[in-house]
Each structure stands twice: as structure tokens, then as C-alpha cells.
């Protein structure tokens, strides 16, 4: 069965860095596009960045923009995020995703599977 398993979080303080790491299996790595969303209390998921199998498609969320890298190894079946100048506004749960074949890459409703997420918070 489908399994993506996220890693990688932590506590930070502003300005630090984090790379998260989803481990996925049970399915053919390479032949998806790959997502991560994150949420924070009371908000909604929110799209942070996307890519299809070979990175010549990658999508960022306006708020990650120049800050937040998506990157795969589809030998590892691991998609990454890189997140550098963290901000205490990038606190949230971090999630990533599968997304369904044709279907809009920023939108949640998308993805059709999804990890248990891992938390990252930033202080101040």
C-alpha cells in the first residue's frame, strides 16, 4: 500500500535551516508528481511546493518563494524540502503528498495520499 513517511522537523529559531525529507513506497515513485502543504493551528493546508518526476515542473507558494527548495531522488524514492530563512510564520505541521494525475498542483484536494506530517516550529 501507499506510505509516505515525513522526517526532518524540529524546533529552530528564525533565520536557521531544516531540510525535510518524505520517504514514499508502494507505489512508482517516479511516475508522480510529489507535493509538500503545511498547516497551522486553525488554518487551513496550505501549499508550499511541488514537482513532477524530473524537476521540469516546480511549483512554489508565493509566502516560500526564494527561500524553500523541492528537490527528489527518485533512486530513494525521497522527496525533499529544503527550507533556509525560516520565519516563526513557517511554524506548522509540514505534510507531503501524492498528487493525482492532471489535477491543479497547489490545490490540497489533489493529492490523494498524504503522510502523518512532521512538525516544525521557529522561535523568535
Known amino acids: 500500500q501507499v506510505q509516505l513517511v515525513e522526517s526532518g522537523g524540529g524546533l529552530v529559531q528564525a533565520g536557521d535551516s531544516l531540510r525535510l525529507s518524505c520517504a514514499a513506497s508502494g507505489f512508482t515513485f517516479s511516475s508522480y508528481f510529489m507535493g509538500w502543504f503545511r498547516q497551522a493551528p486553525g488554518k487551513e493546508r496550505e501549499f508550499v511546493a511541488a514537482m513532477n518526476w524530473n524537476g521540469g515542473s516546480i511549483y512554489y507558494g508565493d509566502s516560500v518563494k526564494g527561500r524553500f527548495t523541492i528537490s527528489r531522488d527518485n533512486a530513494k524514492n525521497t522527496v525533499y524540502l529544503q527550507m533556509n530563512s525560516l520565519k516563526p510564520e513557517d511554524t506548522a505541521v509540514y505534510y507531503c503528498?501524492?498528487?493525482?494525475?492532471?489535477?491543479?498542483?497547489?490545490?490540497?484536494?489533489?493529492?490523494?495520499?498524504w503522510g502523518q506530517g512532521t512538525q516544525v516550529t521557529v522561535s523568535s
Open positions: 503528498g501524492r498528487k493525482k494525475y492532471y489535477s491543479d498542483s497547489y490545490s490540497s484536494s489533489s493529492y490523494s495520499y
